[in-house]
C-alpha cells in the first residue's frame, strides 16, 4: 500500500506510464541538463504533437508519454534516452533534437530500433557490476511527480516507521543496520541519532548537509535533483526518530536546480500530508525548510554549516559541545548528509539484517560515486562497499581512454589522497582507505593517467584549502599558504630537498593543530603523493624535469623536424606568434616568446608537435 | 576574498558611495524604489531569523551584484548591522560587491576539470577576454570567474556561460562561443552594463 489515500495518490500522477503505449524516458540529471537534455525533450514534444502521438487513433493503436527522470548514471553518454514498449526498453545514447525526428518515425512508428545510436557494451559492462539501490529510483522516477515516487514504494517506509515503530526502535534498527554516515567520516548514524534523542532539551533540530563543496563529486545533488522524495522521506523517519519537528536542507548555492526541485517536493510532499502536522495520523509533526549556501567549502563542516544556517559566516568551532548537545540556536542538533537520509527509508523497508547483508561486515551497504577524470566511462555509479578500486575504474568505468595507462585514482576531494597503481586492489571501505592515508569522503572519485603530475595535483588541492580555508585558525590559514608556495617553488623547478622535509613537517603540524576537519586533512593530498609518488617530487628538485609533463616552467615545446609539413596550421593558431616558418618548410617554436599553452599541439593534424 | 582590496576594506565600502568611481548604480534608481524591492524580497520570508543568506541571493538576483543601497535598506529592515551584511557579502564566493558583466563566463576548475585541462581554459580566456579572473571587462560585457566544481564532471571540463553549461570545452569551443555572444550583442544592443539582469 502507497501511503495517502487512493485520491491523494491518484492527484499525484500527473502522468500515468500504464496509460500510454509507448514511454520515452529522458534523462534530466546534472549530466543531462548540461548536454542539452530540454532540448531534446522540447524536440521529442514538437514531434509528438506533429504526429499526433498523444493519444492512440485506430489507424495507430500507439501513444506516447516523456518522463523526465534522474541521473541515469552513465552521463559521458547523455543525452541518454529510453524507449519503452512494455518491458522492453531500448537505450539511446548521445541523443541530439535533430536525431529525435528518426527515433520517432523509424522506432517508435515503424517499430524498428535505430540501430545505430543504440547503447554499445560499454553501457552494460558499466551497469553489470553496480548494486543499485539508491540510484534504482534514480533514473526510473520524475523528480517533479511524486507519484511516480509511490509507484517505487515510496513513503512506505516512513509509514512503517511512524505507525508500527517507537522512535526507540527506528534508532534500534538503523543502529543495527550499521549504516554509517556518507558524509566522509562514516560515523554511525544510529550512534548519532541516540546522542540526539538522549539530549536534553524538548526542541531539536534535524539537518540534512547538501553543501556538496568537495571537487569532483555530484552526488548528492544528483540524488537531490533525481529524487528529492526519498532525502525527504529519509528525513521525516529520522525527524520522528530523534524528536526533531524542524528540519533544514543546507543546500549550496551552486545547485539552483536542486532547490527547486526541493522546493517542489516540498509542496507535493505537504499537500499529501507527508509533510507538516501529523503526519500518517501518527500524531508526529514534522515540518522541512531549505537553507542557502553561498559557496563557502567550509560550511560542509557542521559547526561551520550551522553558524551559516544563523545567518553568519562559516567558520567552524571548537567540539565538544558536538551539535548533538548544542546544535542549530544552541539546541540539540542531528546533521546528517543527503545519501544517509536517503539509505534510511530503505533499511526500514528491508530490514536491518538485509542491509548488512551487503557490502562488508565494517561499512555495510552501497556507496555512490562519481567516477570522473581520464576514465571512459564517466558517471554515477554505486557499489556494495568492499569493491575493489581495480574493478571500479577497470570493470565499470571501462579503463582509462586513448590507451594511457592508469597511474592514482584520487578519492575524498580536497582531504583525502592519491591512491597508487600498485593497489589497485584495495577493498573501497573506510577503514581501507584511511590506512592507505586517503579517505572515503563523500565519494568524489577522480582517475588520473601518465599524463597527471601529482605534484600538480597536490598544488591543485592546497591551492583549494588556501582559498577556502575560512581563515580562523593559523595551522590552516598560514599553514595551506606556505604550503602552496613550497609546490609552486618545486613545480617551477625551484624546488630543493629541504622543500620536501618542510611540507612534511607542515603537514604534520596542520594535522595536529588545526580546529576543524578542514586543516586537519587538508595535508593529505601531500603527504599521500609524498608517500606514493615521492620519486616525481625528485625528479622536479633533482632533475628539474615533470614526468608528466605538466608543469609549465620545466617543459618546452617542440617540433619534429621529420614530421612537420609545413602546413602553418600552428603558426595561425599560436595566440603568441612565437612559431615561426613558411608555408612548406619547416616551422619552428620561439622558446622565448612561447607560454606553453599547447594550443599547437591540439591544432598539428601531423604530430609534429611534442613535449619535452 | 577580504583581502582584495589594498587597505582597510571596511573602511573604504562605508566610505565610498557606489555613484562615483565605478559608477555602477543607476542614478534613476531612487532610494524609495530600492526600498519597494527589497520589502518586496522580505515579504517572501515569514521570519528574517535563519534567511539573511537567502535574502542575499535574492537582492543579488535582483541588482545582479550586492549594491550598497539595498544593503542599507536591508540593515535598516532587519536591525542586522552593515558589518554582518559586509561580512557575510565578503566570506562566500557566490557573493559580489562589485558589479558584474553582461555576460558571466564560469569556468569549473574541479578536480576533473583540471587534469582535463581547465588551467589551459583559464589561460586562454584570460588571453581572449584582455582580463584575469575574478575581473570584468572594461565594456562591462563579461566577466570571468573560476569556481570550484559545478558538479558536471562527467562532462569535464566544463564552462559556463551566462547558466549554461557547455561540457568538453576547448579553447576554441570557446572563442567561438564568445564570438557568438558579441555578434548577437551587435545585432541587438541591450542597455550596457548588464544591472538588474536576472541570471
Known sequence: MAPGTAAQRESGRTFRPENVDVVIRVCVGPG?????????????????????????????????????????????????????????????????????PTIIEQHILGGEPVEKWRTDDDYD??????????????????????????????????????????????????????????????????????????????????ICNADEGDPGAFMDRALLEGSPHSVIEGMVIAGYAIGAVQGYIYVRAEYPLAVKRLRHAFAEAYEHGLLGKNIFGSGADF??????????????????????????????????????????????????????????????????????????????GTKLFSLVGKVKNTGLIEVPMGMTLREIVEEIGGGVPDGKTLKAVQTGGPSGGCIPLELMDTPV??????????????????????????VDVARYFLEFCRDESCGQCTPCRDGTRVMVRLLEDICAGRGTPEHLERLEALGKAMEAGSLCGLGESAPNPVLSTLRYFR?????????????????KELITFCIDEEKCTGCVVCKRACPHEAISGEKKQLHVIDQDACVRCGICLDVCRFDAVYKE | MIHRLAVNPILFYFFTSDSNGTGTMNDTLQREQIEKQVDEILSHYTEVQGNLISIMHEIQTLYHYLPKEPLRVLADRTG?????????????????????????????????????????????????????????????????????CVGAC??????????????????????????????????????????????
Open chain 1, 535 to 551: 620519486d616525481e617530487y625528485e625528479a622536479h628538485i633533482y632533475e628539474k624535469r615533470c614526468p608528466a609533463k605538466v608543469c
Open chain 1, 287 to 364: 515540518d522541512l525548510e531549505i537553507r542557502l549556501g553561498a559557496g563557502a567549502f567550509v560550511c560542509g563542516e557542521a559547526t561551520a554549516l550551522i553558524s551559516s544556517c544563523e545567518d553568519r559566516i562559516g567558520t567552524p568551532r571548537v567540539k565538544p559541545p558536538r551539535t548533538a548537545a548544542s546544535g542549530l540556536w544552541g539546541r540539540p542538533t542531528n546533521i546528517n548528509n543527503v545519501e544517509t537520509f536517503a539509505n534510511v527509508p530503505i533499511i526500514i523497508r528491508r530490514g536491518a539484517e538485509w542491509y548488512r547483508s551487503i557490502g562488508t561486515e565494517a561499512s555495510p
Open chain 1, 429 to 454: 571501505d573506510f577503514e581501507h582507505l584511511q590506512a592507505l592515508g586517503s579517505i572515503m569522503g563523500s565519494g568524489g572519485m577522480v582517475v588520473m593517467d601518465e599524463d597527471s603530475c601529482m
Open chain 2, 154 to 199: 562527467s562532462l569535464a571540463p566544463v564552462v559556463l556561460v551566462d547558466g549554461i553549461t557547455l561540457g568538453g570545452a576547448t579553447p576554441k569551443s570557446l572563442t567561438k562561443l564568445l564570438n557568438k555572444l558579441r555578434k548577437e550583442d551587435e545585432t541587438e544592443p541591450s542597455g550596457g552594463n548588464g544591472n538588474g539582469k536576472q541570471p
Open chain 2, 80 to 148: 542586522f548591522t552593515m558589518q554582518r551584511l559586509y561580512s557575510i557579502a565578503t566570506f562566500y564566493n557566490h557573493f559580489s560587491l562589485e558589479p558584474r558583466g553582461k555576460h558571466e563566463v564560469h569556468i569549473c576548475t574541479g578536480t576533473a576539470c583540471h587534469v582535463k585541462g581547465a588551467p589551459r581554459l583559464v589561460d586562454e580566456l584570460e588571453r581572449e577576454l584582455g582580463i584575469k579572473e575574478g575581473q570584468t571587462t572594461e565594456d562591462m560585457n563579461f566577466s570571468l570567474h573560476a569556481v570550484r
Open chain 1, 125 to 206: 559492462h558499466f551497469h553489470r557490476r553496480q548494486e543499485k539501490i539508491l540510484l534504482k529510483q534514480c533514473g526510473v522516477v520524475d523528480p517533479e511527480n511524486i507519484g511516480t515516487y509511490f509507484e517505487v514504494g515510496g513513503y512506505k517506509g516512513a509509514r512503517e516507521a511512524l505507525l508500527q515503530h517507537t522512535p526507540e526502535e527506528v534508532i534500534d534498527i538503523v543502529t543495527r543496520s550499521q549504516l554509517r554516515g556518507r558524509g566522509g567520516a562514516g560515523f554511525p548514524a544510529g550512534v548519532k541519532w541516540a546522542a540526539t534523542r538522549r539530549a536534553r532539551g524538548n526542541l531539536k533540530y534535524l
Open chain 1, 32 to 100: 543531462g541538463i548540461a548536454a542539452g537534455a530540454m532540448d531534446v525533450i522540447a524536440a521529442f514534444e514538437a514531434e509528438i504533437e506533429r504526429h499526433g502521438l498523444h493519444t492512440a487513433v485506430e489507424e495507430r493503436p500507439c501513444s506516447c508519454g516523456i518522463l523526465k527522470v534522474g541521473c541515469k548514471g552513465l552521463c559521458a553518454r547523455d543525452v541518454l534516452v529510453d524507449i519503452m514498449q512494455g518491458d522492453h526498453i531500448v537505450t539511446y545514447q548521445y541523443v541530439k533534437p535533430a536525431m529525435v
